[in-house]
């Protein structure tokens, strides 16, 4: 079983930064894709982040040039650098690994860290 921790979470105030951390561990072959997604109160959860096994990355169009990913392949970990913060990007934001288990793919989400953005 493959489990996402997420850490890092908190208040700040309008234009500010945080720094959110996944740590993945657990049985898979490898983990493939890592990112992040966020869920508002009242909205569906979205896509904030994916960074694939090559490095590429993909950034909801919401958050680019705020926030900035990096992902350290041998440790299973990866960081989120919000910067320039609004009110709408306050979520809980969930740490997501997709674990090679060989015989398929599994896709994983932590229990969610709380990020508030005060105006």
């Known amino acids: 079983q493959v489990q996402p921790v997420e850490s890092g979470g908190g208040l700040v105030q309008a234009g500010g930064s945080l720094k959110l951390s996944c740590a993945v561990s657990?049985?898979?072959?490898?983990?493939?894709?890592m990112g992040w997604d966020r869920q508002a109160p009242g909205k569906e959860r979205e896509l904030v982040v994916r960074?694939?096994?090559?490095?590429?990355?993909n950034f909801a169009d919401s958050v680019k040039g705020r926030f900035t990913v990096s992902r350290n392949y041998a440790l299973n970990n990866m960081t989120l650098q919000m910067d320039s913060l609004k009110p709408e990007d306050t979520a809980v934001y969930y740490c997501y690994a997709q674990g090679d288990h060989v015989v398929g793919t599994a896709d994983y989400w932590g229990q969610g860290t709380q990020v508030t953005v005060s105006s």
């Open positions: 657990g049985g898979a072959f490898r983990i493939l894709m």
């Open positions: 960074v694939s096994a090559s490095g590429r990355t």
